[in-house]
């Protein structure tokens, strides 16, 4: 099991910046990849960045350029770095982990921090 815990979701103005952060704790020497997905009102979860074990990282193309996302594997924690928000990326934000254990995997999520990007 993984426990995965969000937190530095709020209110930002259009243009302006957030940090997410995601603590993960359990069997997190089975963790793999890690991630953000968000999900809008009315409209089903997407992705938004993954990062791999290696450090290779995999974005959407609609935050490409603004979004980063960061790992510290010695800390358990993965980041996402939002600049030049836009009222589009207002959603509940979502991070991600998924496991592998023998030959299964098993994907594991926080609870969700809200973003809101208005003026």
């Known amino acids: 099991q993984v426990q995965l815990v969000e937190s530095g979701g709020g209110l930002v103005q259009p243009g302006g910046s957030l940090r997410l952060s995601c603590a993960a704790s359990g069997s997190i020497s089975s963790i793999t990849t890690m991630g953000w997905y968000r999900q809008a009102p009315g409209e089903q979860r997407e992705l938004v960045a993954i990062i791999f074990k290696s450090g290779l990282t995999k974005y959407a193309d609609s935050i490409k350029g603004r979004f980063t996302i960061s790992r510290d594997n010695a800390k358990n924690m993965v980041y996402l770095q939002m600049n030049s928000l836009e009222p589009e990326d207002t959603a509940v934000y979502y991070c991600?982990?998924?496991?592998?254990?023998?030959?299964?995997?098993?994907?594991?999520w926080g609870q969700g921090t809200q973003v809101t990007v208005s003026s």
């Open positions: 991600y982990a998924n496991t592998v254990v023998a030959v299964t995997l098993t994907p594991y």
